[in-house]
């Protein structure tokens, strides 16, 4: 009754997942872990656990019946490969893998074996604030959704190691994602506006406007900026018809003092998805126990690549750019709708 | 490794329990399980456990290590002392006992076994707001708290099963025992004042308003309101010396529309208290797999009770009434501190 | 059509409202003021307008056909009284007069002269804050109060100056009447509670917690709090059958920063209610054209000098004092309700 | 010392600011009124205003020192030349005229007049909320602004009045000629993009999607939407280098009940800049009485004008369209920066 998990990397996030698995949730024991440096996956390794020397050994092993990726995203397609050959639930972090080509290649094979097997950590759609959000989009009483903005602000990002096409191929994926999730569409067209540039990171270009143009004529108007100093603030709002649905500020005591009357902002991204990455393992166990993944897709997945390589070549264009996507396989769910 | 659990009594909240310690949070296992009902004992029981027919078969069992009671509140002592002699770490929820003199005699078991075993549902203790708020008062950037207001509004109660004396002796232990715990303190007095009353709850005394005197000479200032009709509204705000702190609105979708711009109030305690209840129990694993309890004990059943006692009487006699501690147990912490 | 306005008393508050009636509203003119510095009248005195030597000269000056009074307040009975002889509208700055003997003496002049001449400087009625709650309350539609909580929070009040007794007998008048007005209804009763005192006003009794029973049976629950430092906070909410109406905070630019997501709290009352003062005086001037007054009347000013007495009474007793009001003149309104 | 006013133009907005004029306002009289139905300007005129034939007449008259352009747009520039001829402080509503070329003429001859003697009705900058938004920019704690939001939401727009073309040239202006102010910037170019037409105003193009780039590399977001039925929903917040600043919630009461937790929405533009409107003409009876004129310009209704075209331009060509502003005349202040 309880999955034998087995962990890919066992860097920072690798290692908040194992104590997720082994200290916060039921249901779950993590058998095994594996990573590039063996000595920093034996010292994250729980109790009972077995270091294997490589992923193929990890996932091949009969004590581990699903997977959770957790390694760098240019190593995602082979281990993803190697699962569902073995036919073995996994659990990948984003990025899923690192072309729309690699993304085919895995997509390619869940389909030919014929039940979704990975689960894609976009953990924004099991956020509780979003969930509502979207409760109350499908519901209809607002009318169609026209318009949605989407907020992403990072307090700092690390200098050197983040770049300026950063925004665009990583961070963005998240707005990406959570907007085709939120109006059940698909991003047609992306375009991307330059506001005057931020000298908080100074060599980076910073902010970024991105305009989603979805199948649907819906517009997402996506700020991204990610050296605004002050929190992780994420925000979202969707005109529709009839009225406006946002999220909410975050639960913070309100206090009134020389500053005002004010709440705190989360300081960054785990303090802001902590219960989300809890539900999101929550549901990833419940699937993969009955061999199988829910959640975001290998199609999600791919989508956001796409939209991610779109918007980098929009950076150079300053014109819209278009993504084709192939024809939607019928694992992932009803075909994309056309423009009316 | 996995604590094994029985419960006693598998009515609402008792199955609610075993939902939780079986499929939300890891760490217990649930092996036994009773009701004064056996039939419905037996269908509440998971997968793998016990019916037992009785609460000392159940606390006597090997296959028990830790006691959750959900039974009715006169059955409490005499499930709690047992738990007690067998030296089982035991969750019991509120009310701890129904009088004064049975929570003595708990206490007095406990402090003879010479270690806290008994950790009482006072679940707002574990409420991330309620966290925030307590951080912010004990941080001391405020000052000291002079005044906290306790707002407590049901939506609505039971008609005929809900009686006018429990506003007082069930509803306002909750608001008794967050106000001790959030200011460290402990109720000298008991003042109750009755406000026109509402047509919504035709024959009960509603509203009330409570005022709780603490030693510190702070004065926490209570309503509740068990018929308000719009929602179960709970609210904190300390007035300290330098500036106030307050319980946020609950997340919840900001929507605009032709009933203004809006956030949900949430329906009942449950919706209110969820995430709470889990925190609640995650942290009883922990503490119950070392073989004790944490968070709220028995001085604080005990305490609670002595406040919904003085509260009944503070209604007959309309004025304050005051509450006599015993000397407090060297196992529940540092002694109550004296007025200046 | 322009109003010919003396004003008697030309320190802080006479000069704001001698700026108010030349330079923001339409409809008057400052023809006559005096002071007992006869000095600051003069320097005072705007363009065309005579300095007198004495209040009374002023009030019987055919140039002055409506008088403001911002003199002290043991000035105020002999000023009204000659106001009232002399036929002539007059604002009167809070306090009324300073004794319960002194206001049923101006209420006997006012009531043999058979029309409304005074209005009271009770400013909060004016505020829109306060007036869109009170449409609320009266609407109905969450059914009747019956609580209703008064926040008034001073940044600081001058050492030496503001003394232990100004809270309940200078303070407390704008919660007594506003909850009169918004409530219409009258208090009963008032109790005096006084929580654990702020280190901020060193020597004061500060803060206070005072209950106004009303004849309804409705409780004014009010918490005044005059050295809280972070600025002139002043709430209301009135718990009502259904539902619950607030005061919202004041509009202020909403920042995000390192110190949150937050709105600035007004400094002190002339930031707090400038508008209100405005609106006042707006609507004087055009009863006064009329040769009557409206808004608050020597009946408010009465009950709210004996809220204030009654409040001191209670804080030496610790027990409820009983107001006891003259029957209303029906000049005031309809007569007062009687407890159901 | 009090301001003779004549009025062209007695409709709806002609009548409202004689209403304020008279009965709002200290300082002016209205002393003539005109407009093209001469029965309506009579019924509309004020005790002792004269009804003139023409505006001609009234701007001729010596009982008119200063002069109130509400007639409809196409007549504005003729009665503005004849006002600016006669060296007469004038206020015209919004649009200052219908063309760019229209707009160079009016400019043409207040600059040979040599002194500033037109004000432009775009009464967003009186607001307190814009002007309080506009201190926190310039106060340059948050460092540079890099976007700005703006949003512009109408509950609806009369059908067959209002068509596709007026959110640009007409609506827009407004949002347009706020962030040229709050930004201390001009527009350099206008994008327009259109998002899934709502069904609301059945064949009217709605929303709009805005995008204004500044001078400064600021980009100005726009979203116009004028059928959302839910109220009049103004917004604005500006992202700066290190946090954000935003326009708050109107005030308005705050209520729990079976809707939420919730404020209302002003209905129409009335209700949202009511005190707007009030200082807008507050300062203008002072700059007029002193013979010029203050607030927005001949140039600000020029630029506005220019962004109105080009964003027409830009909805038919799918691009950027450029702006080009002729040299700014010293009378209007320093010269337009130009980009880093």
Redesign the interface.
């Known amino acids: 009754?309880t999955l034998k998990v087995g962990v890919i990397g066992t860097g920072m996030i690798g290692q908040d997942h194992i104590r997720r698995?082994?200290?916060?949730?039921?249901?779950?024991v993590v058998t095994g872990v594996t990573d590039i440096d063996l000595e920093r996956a034996a010292s994250a390794a729980p109790?009972g656990a077995q270091v294997f020397d490589t992923p193929q050994a990890l996932i091949g092993s009969d004590e581990v019946e699903a997977v959770v990726i957790c390694s760098w995203g240019p190593a995602h397609e082979e281990q993803l490969l190697t699962c569902i050959a073995a036919g073995k639930p996994v659990f990948c972090e984003k990025p899923l893998v690192t072309s729309a080509e690699a993304a085919l290649r895995v997509m390619e094979a869940e389909v030919a074996f014929g039940r979704r097997l990975v689960q894609v950590g976009f953990m924004r759609r099991f956020d509780?604030?979003y969930r509502?959000?979207k409760?109350?989009i499908d519901g209809g009483?607002?009318?169609?959704?026209?318009?949605y903005?989407s907020v992403h602000?990072n307090a700092s990002v690390p200098a050197g190691l983040y770049t300026s096409d950063m925004p665009l191929n990583d961070t963005l994926v998240h707005d990406a994602d959570i907007s085709r999730w939120l109006l059940n569409d698909e991003v047609a067209e992306v375009e991307v506006?330059l506001?005057?540039?931020?000298?908080?990171g100074c060599d980076l270009r910073d902010?970024h406007?991105v305009?989603l143009?979805m199948v649907?004529?819906?517009?997402v108007?996506v700020?991204i900026?990610v050296n605004?100093?002050?929190?992780y603030?994420i925000r979202g709002e969707a005109?529709c018809?009839?009225?406006?649905?946002?999220?909410?500020?975050?639960?913070?005591?309100?206090?009134?003092?020389?500053?005002?009357?004010?709440?705190?902002?989360p300081e960054d991204w785990r303090e802001r998805f902590l219960?989300a990455y809890d539900q999101e393992f929550?549901e990833w166990i419940v699937a993969a126990s009955d061999g199988t993944a829910t959640g975001p897709s290998t199609w999600d997945g791919y989508a956001a690549t796409l939209v991610g390589d779109a918007a980098l070549r929009a950076v150079a264009s300053g014109v819209r750019e278009p993504i084709s996507l192939i024809e939607k396989p019928a694992l992932y769910g009803p075909p994309v709708a056309r423009a009316a």
């Not at 506001?195 to 908080?200: C, F, L, N, T, V």
């Not at 009839?242 to 004010?262: E, K, M, Q, Y």
Request: glycine fraction near 8%; charge should be positive; charged fraction near 25%.
């Open positions: 009754m698995l082994t200290q916060v949730l039921s249901g779950a109790m509780a604030d509502r959000l409760a109350v009483t607002l009318g169609l959704p026209l318009m903005k602000r506006r506001p005057r540039r931020s000298r908080q902010p406007i305009l143009h649907s004529g819906v517009i108007d700020e900026s605004i100093a002050y929190g603030d005109s018809e009839r009225g406006v649905a946002a999220l909410p500020n975050r639960p913070a005591t309100v206090i009134s003092d020389a500053h005002g009357i004010r709440q705190a902002i219960e929550r």
